[in-house]
């Protein structure tokens, strides 16, 4: 296994950038996400990384060592793709045989069944081994995909939307012991996603993209918790977080337009730095209804969604949502009044959407 | 205004179900979701209420009047499609003012309308637009405002978000289901989205094989789901099920724990199952880790969710269950851990007929739990 690190890569298609300076580093072993949503530039970087795309300038390092000038068979990466790439007309066996019978390999027969008997119990394939691949269900010919990359012990694993196309509750399981194979063998591993959720549970850190430009690099809390701007605050979270304009007067917060307004010193310290016209960030989990809540607002709908249940209020002129653990009794039309959670609220600039 | 009422109906292709009797009523101003996974027979279902499918059997009622062999434009119903379906060449205003058009209304009566559903729906800064101009979210909402338009008795809405990106998708879902709680027009939702099913529904029509399997409130079907299909397919996570063998009021659980059932389960069990085998079923956010909780497991894996963390713990060998837990405690992988089951939201399951058992007393409704 082996350490990434790309510096300063940008990429051109004609006129469209598809990545800017992209710099960061893949420690030893690590779990590395690249969160973001469609042409945010993930895949590229994979790509360039693999060598199927030459970056336009700036530099791939494995170990210290240059790739630039390698083919992508040299780099030794495995890669996964999010449409299963199987021979049909192998079993599964011969499937994950195959990276290891390739000719700069020359794997002996009895090391290769020993390998592949060690891969298939890993991913619970074991008894599938002697069938074609064309029989076998989405979620089982991507744990296959899964065993061919890792069944060889390449420098890195490049995995592009792996779970991407199979149904929920699959994902779900597939997601959970994807995680738990590369914690325990400690593989390097580079997993690109447009799910918060996937990125969020998997990676021991993150790195957003946004039009082809890293936004915010950090672990899960972090990302969660500390937002850089806007965009990476609402790109994770499920609710999203509400963002409400605000603004400060004399040490009393206001939520715009509203006759909502609370003393900073009650809710979030002194708030000096504050400029007077700001947004406010504060995740559902955060707005808690209390009866003696420095906001009012009415509710104006209810989702329950079984292990909790969402209920909007409309407070002045903006609507915010709040989460309440089960079933709530709240009905529609209620009049309410909220709290939110002191230290976990964020404040944005209005013109950049940047954190404060 | 309208009520739906299926009596017995059903749909067959040959010797084939694509939907085994149906009994249903839809009450006026209702919202029902038709949830389940591809193939189950929800979409059949909500074609052969719009008219577009015609039935094999049964009789479908629309405010009292059985409308089973009426064309689908005989019925005053508008259906909304996943693909948004607009004329291309038409402007957004155009599109909306379509079905009013071709009814032959005075163009007073038109631009009310218009305007009506465009403020509602926030589209008036797009109405001199050509549809391809508009991103995924605003077309379906030009799309709702044109069957809206014409102030139909019901909706049938067929998977309406399902072409949109997951961030417009909540957005919409609230927009829809506030659009209905101010028309209050019955409407009959088909998706395969079991969180929109909850979040929207007044009342879930669960359906898997052809069979509706359950039907009843968000609460009733997350909480106590009618067999291990529905408690399996509602929840993100399903609810977790564990088999193992039960004798003496306990269940001995893979890698040997055993739990023992609540005082007020126990003559029902001993009733249904005596000593044999038995599904227990909890919900991960019911679960507490406690040192001295009755099942044991190792930690397999965290999953971080924000607010959260969801520990997947591995009872023993492949059977992993997933506890809900907070935020301020690390948990490694491999750790030994310890958790116990609210008493009042376990639930058990039959193995052999894979439904729900219930205890002699009625159930604990869900109250306000979790982490």
């Known amino acids: 296994m082996s350490q990434v690190t790309l510096e300063g890569v940008t990429k051109h298609f004609r006129i469209v950038t598809a990545l800017h300076e992209v710099s960061f580093d893949i420690k030893d072993g690590e779990f590395f996400v690249m969160l973001g949503p469609t042409g945010a530039g993930k895949t590229t970087t994979l790509r360039v990384i693999a060598g199927l795309e030459k970056q336009d300038s700036g530099s791939v390092t494995f170990d210290g060592a240059t790739m630039d000038k390698l083919p992508p068979a040299d780099r030794d990466v495995a890669f996964v793709f999010q449409q299963y790439s199987l021979y049909p007309n192998m079993t599964v066996y011969d499937n994950l045989a195959f990276p290891l019978r390739s000719p700069i390999r020359r794997t002996k027969e009895a090391e290769i069944k020993l390998r592949v008997g ?83 549970t998997m990676a021991e850190r993150i790195a957003v993209l946004n039009m082809g430009q890293i936004v915010q690099i950090g672990s899960p809390t972090d990302i969660y918790d500390r937002p850089a701007s806007t965009f990476v605050a609402q790109l994770v979270g499920s609710p999203k977080i509400n963002l409400l304009d605000a603004n400060c007067e004399d040490g009393t917060l206001c939520l715009a337009r509203g006759e909502n307004r609370a003393r900073l010193a009650d809710i979030c310290g002194d708030g000096g730095t504050l400029p007077p016209k700001f ?78 | 205004m309208a009520t739906i009422e299926l009596k017995q109906v059903e749909k067959k292709f040959g010797e084939n179900y694509a939907v085994r009797p149906v009994d249903l009523t839809i009450n006026d101003g209702e919202f029902v979701a038709l949830l389940g996974p591809s193939g189950c027979g929800k979409t059949t279902t909500l074609r052969m209420i719009s008219g577009l499918e015609a039935v094999t059997g049964g009789r479908i009622y629309l405010d009292g009047k059985d409308v089973t062999w009426l064309k689908a434009s005989e019925r005053d119903i508008a259906f909304v499609f996943q693909f948004f379906a607009l004329y291309p060449q038409m402007t957004v205003r155009q599109n909306i003012a379509f079905p009013l058009e071709s009814q032959g209304e005075k163009q007073d009566v038109i631009s009310k309308r218009v305007d009506e559903v465009v403020d509602m729906l926030r589209i008036r800064p797009m109405l001199k637009l050509k549809p391809h101009m508009l991103s995924g979210g605003d077309k379906q909402r030009v799309a709702l405002a044109r069957s809206l338009v014409r102030r139909p008795a019901c909706f049938l809405m067929d998977e309406p978000l399902g072409a949109l990106d997951a961030e417009f998708r909540e957005a919409m879902r609230a927009e829809i289901k506030r659009l209905h709680i101010a028309q209050h027009a019955t409407t009959v939702y ?34 106590d789901p009618a067999n291990l299909f529905v408690a399996n397919f509602i929840g993100s996570p ?67 969710h924000g607010s959260y963390v969801v520990l997947h713990v591995d009872l023993a060998g492949d059977q992993l269950v997933q506890v809900r837990a907070r935020r301020d405690h690390e948990y490694g992988i491999g750790m030994p851990i310890r958790f116990g089951l609210n008493e009042t939201m376990v639930r058990f399951f039959d193995p052999k007929t894979e439904l729900a058992l219930s205890p002699a007393e009625s159930r604990g409704v869900g109250g306000e739990v979790g982490a």
């Not at chain 1, 509750?169 to 997993?191: C, D, I, N, P």
């Open chain 1, 279 to 356: 947004i406010l960030g504060v995740r559902p989990e955060d707005v808690r209804l209390q009866s003696d809540g420095v906001f009012g607002g009415e509710v104006i709908l209810i989702e329950p969604l079984g292990v909790e249940t969402l209920v909007h209020i409309k407070a002045g002129e903006q609507t915010l949502v709040c989460t309440v653990p089960g079933i709530s009794s709240t009905r529609r039309g209620d009049t309410v009044r909220f709290n939110v959670t002191r230290d976990r609220l964020h404040f944005f600039d209005p013109a950049r959407g940047t954190r404060l």
């Open chain 1, 118 to 200: 060690e891969i298939a119990e890993v991913l619970r394939i074991t008894h599938l081994l002697p069938r074609k691949t064309a029989k076998l269900s989405g979620g089982e010919m991507q744990r296959v995909s899964i065993g061919r990359a890792i069944v060889r012990s390449p420098r890195i694993y490049l995995m592009d939307e792996p779970l991407s196309n199979l149904d929920a509750k699959l994902r779900e399981a597939l997601r959970v012991e994807l995680a738990h194979l590369q914690k325990t063998q400690g593989s390097t591993t580079l997993f690109v996603t447009h799910d918060q959720i996937e990125a969020l």
């Open chain 2, 190 to 223: 088909v998706t395969h989205d079991q969180v929109e099913a909850m979040a929207m529904g007044d009342r879930i029509v669960v359906m898997s094989n052809a069979i509706v399997q359950q039907i009843g409130t968000p609460a009733e079907v997350y909480h």
């Open chain 2, 238 to 304: 399903g609810m977790q099920l564990v088999k193992g063998p039960y004798a003496d009021g306990a269940v001995q659980l893979p890698g040997g724990s055993l739990y023992p059932v609540p005082a007020a389960w126990r003559p029902s069990l001993d009733d249904s199952i005596g000593p044999g085998e038995l599904v227990i079923g909890f919900r991960a956010e019911t679960a507490e880790v406690a040192e001295d909780g009755p099942i044991a497991g190792k930690v397999f894996n965290t999953d971080l």
